[in-house]
């Protein structure tokens, strides 16, 4: 059941008993007040009627008159007070009765005092009122005088009143639901769309936000959810973003592994099924040799990156950026002979907090980077000023719409010098890793034909 | 463009593939098998090269479809030019790949990494397919004419019987190439034949005494034959 059917009708219910226990009171009460009333009046009349009668049987010498003759006159008395009403009763019996009721029980003891007893009674379809009381008595003869009303009126109003009462009441209540019903709907409508919102938001579409703006809890609600709403699209894109770089690193590892594989597998096959030359037969042996020789320098590269993002570790000390300079000079300087190219190098920088091998590798990488696309003869200058260490060549550049992604993992911008110069596309992704790691940012600068300038910035000064 | 000759039959195999290793391995099989090759390391020198007017006379393109200068699918309109037949030789292994290619109009489509025998095969059919297999195979003193379906060894006719005939074509279309028992089974008798593999032994023997390759059709131990052949 939906929360505004639910509100609303706990509401309709528990106001329409309200109503309908007060408004049965309110009519119990006021009956009781008319029966009261009528009964007093009734009471009132009998007194006043009983007090003349009284007088009248006690001065009129009743003894000496026959039966007959003391019939008549009681009768005449009677009479004289609207006998429609009045039933006299001698000593126990009837002696004058003009209602048209019987008396059931004349003997009765209840009215064998002077105060007046009232009684109500249900004929059939009447209801009648008797009151009764001693009459003021001549001699030893007992009188009592009783009174007998037709009350069915009273009764008559009250269901009247109770039929006025309840298609009142109905009306009432049938309004009432509906408003009820209407301006809890209205009311509680931002948390259908809430409600709606959500769904959208579990069935994908993260985009989506509550349009609420009232000020009540609902409003408050729908504030938190629209805030949360962000954070999840922010982190889902974030996510998925991270998740797509994966899935391509791993589309490019995959095509990395497959090429060394191809002729692994290839020259492999070849030897064992094919009648070759003896310098074929060598010319397969070194290409799988040199194949498996890439793949180990692949594994080894990917294990590093890998460790990279482990941070444990990774040791920060002092480091003597000049003494690391020098190392890195002494660690290049027979691969640059052999190339011949010239590593120019000064530092102006003291010491820093940095993890001396991965610092080592970072500018190692970077200077093989640089004697790659070098050609004979040229010069690596290697500067460490401030907090920017730079390494600068004069080899072939990068086009300007590459740069942004040679420092993605596999990324190649020539791919077949690339592999001939033993790169396998990770080194570049090594160092932006590196560099991040020390809170540094890897800045490439490059025009085709004139060279490259790789700086790595400390964020500090 | 490094092109490596080898004058063998007038036809090449143009080989368009980046890798230097792979490039030479195919060339190196195919040389084996009996063909000669034209090696192509990028795209813009295989474009180079068809739009030269007097290029050599090439019966089948392996194209590597990932090729630096000019990708291979880009290059499917250079070869039809010069109604070449390609058969994609790439490590892109996804099923629109593969559907691109050969809509694009390629005969084949293989994935690396490949068999080299595979590959052979493969190649054999294409070129029969497009008319372009070779009329004659010649072993040492032994032509076979594949239009007249007879063998001449030292200038005298030879009488096969057909399964004979056809297992000497299959093993002299990739000469060098071990062939197992129970591929020259399925290829020659079809692979509903209930045989045995002791069928192809038999055979073998006949073809060894008429032609006498006692020497020529060497038996490789748990693989099958290989009919040599260098130069």
Redesign the interface.
């Known amino acids: 059941m939906k929360l505004w059917k639910k509100l609303s009708v706990v509401t309709v219910t528990v106001l329409s008993a309200a109503t309908l226990i007060s408004g049965i009171a309110v009519i119990y009460k006021s009956m009781e007040y008319n029966q009261q009333k009528t009964i007093e009046s009734s009471e009132q009349q009998l007194k006043s009627t009983a007090y003349a009668v009284g007088k009248d049987l006690e001065n009129s010498l009743l003894q000496g008159y026959s039966q007959v003759a003391k019939n008549s006159y009681i009768n005449f008395v009677i009479k004289k007070y609207d006998a429609s009403r009045y039933i006299l009763i001698e000593d126990n019996q009837v002696v004058c009765n003009l209602t048209p009721f019987e008396l059931a029980a004349p003997e009765d003891e209840r009215w064998g005092s002077f105060e007046v007893r009232s009684v109500i009674q249900k004929l059939e379809d009447q209801y009648i009122l008797i009151s009764g009381r001693k009459v003021a008595v001549a001699g030893n003869i007992e009188y009592k005088l009783v009174l007998v009303e037709d009350i069915s009126e009273l009764y008559g109003d009250m269901r009247r009143q109770i039929y006025f009462n309840l298609t009142f009441f109905l009306g009432a209540a049938v309004a009432s639901m509906l408003l009820i019903f209407l301006l809890t709907k209205r009311i509680l409508r931002p948390l259908q769309e809430l409600q709606k919102a959500a769904m959208d938001i579990s069935q994908g579409n993260l985009t989506r936000r509550v349009n609420v703006h009232t000020r009540d809890e609902i409003g408050s609600v729908a504030g938190t959810f629209n805030s949360m709403a962000d954070r999840i699209e922010a982190q889902v894109t974030e996510l998925s973003q991270v998740a797509e770089k994966r899935r391509q690193m791993l589309g490019s590892l995959t095509?990395e592994l497959?090429?060394p594989?191809?002729?692994i597998?290839?020259?492999s096959?070849?030897l064992?099924?094919?009648?070759?030359?003896k310098e074929?037969k060598e010319?397969?042996l070194w290409?799988i040799h040199?194949?498996c020789k890439r793949l180990e320098r692949l594994s080894s590269k990917l294990m590093s990156l890998m460790g990279l993002y482990d941070n444990d570790s990774i040791s920060m000390e002092e480091v003597s950026m000049q003494e690391l300079f020098d190392q890195v000079a002494g660690l290049e300087e027979y691969n640059l002979r052999q190339r011949n190219i010239r590593l120019k190098y000064f530092c102006t920088m003291g010491s820093r907090r940095i993890d001396r091998d991965l610092f080592e590798s970072l500018l190692i990488n970077l200077i093989d980077n640089g004697a790659k696309a070098s050609e004979e003869g040229t010069v690596i200058t290697l500067t460490g000023q401030d907090n920017v260490i730079t390494v600068a060549d004069e080899g072939c550049g990068i086009p300007a719409d590459e740069i942004r992604n040679v420092t993605e993992a596999f990324y190649m911008v020539?791919?077949?010098r690339s592999?001939?110069a033993g790169g396998c596309g990770l080194g570049l992704a090594l160092c932006s890793m590196i560099a991040k790691l020390h809170e540094a940012e890897l800045v490439i600068e490059s025009e085709v034909g004139k060279g490259t300038r790789v700086s790595v910035i400390f964020a500090d000064v | 463009m490094n092109t490596k000759e080898f004058a063998k039959s007038s036809a090449k195999i143009l080989v368009i593939e980046?890798?230097?290793?792979?490039s030479?391995?195919?060339c190196?099989?195919l040389e084996?098998?009996g063909y000669s090759t034209a090696a192509l390391?990028?795209g813009k020198a295989a474009e180079d090269f068809l739009k030269n007017p007097e290029h050599e006379e090439v019966a089948l393109a392996l194209v590597d479809v990932?090729l630096?200068g000019k990708d291979g699918f880009a290059l499917m309109e250079d070869l039809q030019r010069e109604e070449i037949p390609v058969i994609y030789l790439t490590?892109k292994d996804d099923v629109l790949s593969k559907v691109h290619g050969l809509k694009a109009g390629a005969e084949d489509y293989i994935v690396?990494?490949?068999?080299?025998?595979e590959l052979l095969v493969r190649m054999e059919k294409v070129l029969k397919r497009t008319g372009r297999g070779r009329e004659k195979i010649q072993v040492r003193d032994v032509v076979i004419d594949l239009k007249e379906h007879s063998v001449m060894k030292g200038g005298e006719k030879v009488s096969l019987k057909p399964m004979e005939y056809e297992l000497l074509v299959t093993l002299a279309g990739s000469?060098?190439?071990?062939f197992s028992r129970e591929e020259l089974l399925n290829r020659i008798w079809g692979c509903d034949y209930m045989g045995e593999t002791r069928t192809v032994d038999v055979h073998i023997g006949q073809l060894r005494k008429k032609l006498n390759f006692h020497d020529v059709i060497?038996t490789?131990s748990k693989?099958g034959y290989?009919l040599?052949d260098?130069d």
């Open positions: 095509h497959k090429t594989m191809t002729s597998i290839g020259y096959d070849t064992l099924n094919v009648n070759l030359k074929q010319r397969a290409h040199k194949e020539d791919k077949a592999r001939k | 980046d890798d230097n290793s792979i030479e391995l195919i190196m099989n084996a098998a390391m990028d990932m630096p490590a690396k990494p490949f068999e080299v025998l000469k060098n190439v071990a060497r490789i693989t290989r040599e260098l």
